[in-house]
Every structure is written in structure tokens, then in C-alpha cells.
């Protein structure tokens, strides 16, 4: 009888050995495998943000683009009207010796001028050379009123609505 119960004693401290062997062995393994899912986790989610970044740098590069060329377009169209309506005004000059006729080529030169600057000159660069600097520099102009958007702010906008 005592041998039996010394065997059934040892059987279960095997048994018992074994088990908190087991379960060690799968806390460990359970837990690598979640660390190697949070690393995949957040190598994908800075694949995605890399890719909505790019997606919308293009997105705005072609908008861009597209208004340069729209700006472009319209500038034939201002250059056409000006060069009409001055050689129009120095006819009229020419005819009656009036000088107010000659007053409005100023202007019209100047509106052609900062077209076509804008479309095929550098004033581009020139905004983008000052947008950097008022980031850099002047921030304060830019920045938003009460700071940036918080989460809280969002639904409190929500809620009212």
C-alpha cells in the first residue's frame, strides 16, 4: 500500500513537472510570436503611412501640374487680349493724339509681365523660397488658432452638430 501511494506521489510531480515545463515552453513561444507580430504590425503600418506620404506628395505634385498649365493657358489668352487692346489704345492714340489713351498700356503690361512670370519665369521658386522661410521663420503666422486639432476637439464639433 505504501508503495503505491509513493508511485501515485511520484506520477504526479512527473506530471506536474512536465506541465509547468510545457506551459513555460509555450508562454515563451506564445510570447516571441507576439513580439514578431508587433514588429510585423508596425513594419506594415510604416509601409502604409510611406505610401499614403508618396501617394499624396503625387497627388498634390499633379495638381500642381495641372494648374501651371492651366496658368499657362490663360496667359495666351491675357497675352492676346493685352497685345489687342494696345495696339487698339495706339491706334486710337495715333488718330486722335489723345495721351489717355496710352494711359491703360501700363497696366496691361504689368498684368502680362507677373503672368508670364508666373508661368514660364522663376516666381515659383521664389514663392517656394518664402513659403520655407515663413515655415522656418515665421511660423507663427501659419499656425493654426488654440494650437493644433485634438482628437477632443473633433468630437466635441461632432456632438454639437
Known amino acids: 500500500m ?12 512527473v506530471i506536474t513537472n512536465m506541465g509547468a515545463l510545457l506551459a513555460g515552453q509555450m508562454k515563451s513561444s506564445m510570447d516571441e510570436n507576439l513580439k514578431k ?6 513594419t506594415t503600418q510604416e509601409m502604409q503611412l510611406g505610401r499614403q506620404m508618396a501617394m499624396q506628395q503625387l497627388l498634390q505634385q499633379k495638381m500642381m501640374a495641372m494648374q501651371l498649365a492651366r496658368q499657362r493657358e490663360m496667359f495666351t489668352w491675357i497675352a492676346a487680349f493685352s497685345a489687342t487692346v494696345s495696339l487698339g489704345l495706339l491706334a486710337g492714340f495715333t488718330r486722335t493724339k489723345k495721351p489717355i489713351l496710352i ?9 502680362t509681365a507677373y503672368n508670364y512670370d508666373m508661368v514660364y ?14 515655415l522656418e521663420k ?15 476637439d ?3 464639433f461632432r456632438k454639437v452638430k
Open 2 to 13: 505504501h508503495y503505491l501511494c509513493y508511485l501515485s506521489i511520484v506520477k504526479n510531480c
Open 154 to 156: 473633433v468630437e466635441n
Open 121 to 134: 519665369g522663376n516666381k515659383m521658386e521664389r514663392i517656394k523660397k518664402d513659403a520655407e522661410y515663413i
Open 103 to 111: 494711359g491703360p498700356i501700363i497696366p496691361l503690361g504689368f498684368l
Open 138 to 152: 515665421d511660423y507663427n503666422l501659419v499656425a493654426m488658432p488654440k494650437g493644433p486639432l485634438t482628437f477632443e
Open 37 to 42: 507580430n508587433q514588429e510585423f504590425m508596425l
